[in-house]
């Protein structure tokens, strides 16, 4: 074995983990039961397996060049995914698509009741006539 071949070997063991990990983010949405359940079964392991992958991708291409386009792979995809799945997971709890017998504390029952009441209250307000002084 080689100098040249460490780094091949490396590299093919990166790329099988990642595809490891994606396929098992690809299982945990199809099997997992509600929306929070399959949106953090889909962003974690699939973000990790990228990472793998574009490590496995610059050991292979050995070049700084290569690096210049991965980098920004991984900014863009560390930036997106996590915030993209937080909406979501917000966005299904409000529709209630998820199960309430899985969530132990639930921190934004009160952070939506109290969302939910203040338009009703601003409403109020907006909707009163404007008094003429004239």
Not at 85 to 91: K, L, M, S, T
């Amino acid at each position: 074995m080689t100098t040249e071949t460490i780094p091949d070997l490396i590299a093919a063991i990166l790329l099988v983990l990642g595809g490891i990990l994606t396929l098992a983010a690809g299982v945990g949405l199809v099997r997992f039961p509600d929306a929070p359940s399959r949106l953090h079964a889909s962003t974690k392991p699939q973000v990790l397996g990228l990472v793998l992958v574009l490590i496995a991708l610059a050991l292979s291409a050995r070049s700084w060049s290569m690096m210049l386009v991965l980098i920004p792979i991984f900014v863009f995809q560390m930036l997106t995914a996590p915030i993209s799945a937080h909406f979501v997971a917000r966005a299904a709890y409000r529709m209630g698509n998820f199960r309430k017998d899985l969530v132990f504390v639930d921190d934004l029952a009160d952070a939506i009741a109290q969302a939910n009441a203040e338009p009703a209250s601003d409403q109020a307000e907006s909707t009163k006539p404007a008094s003429d002084d004239s």
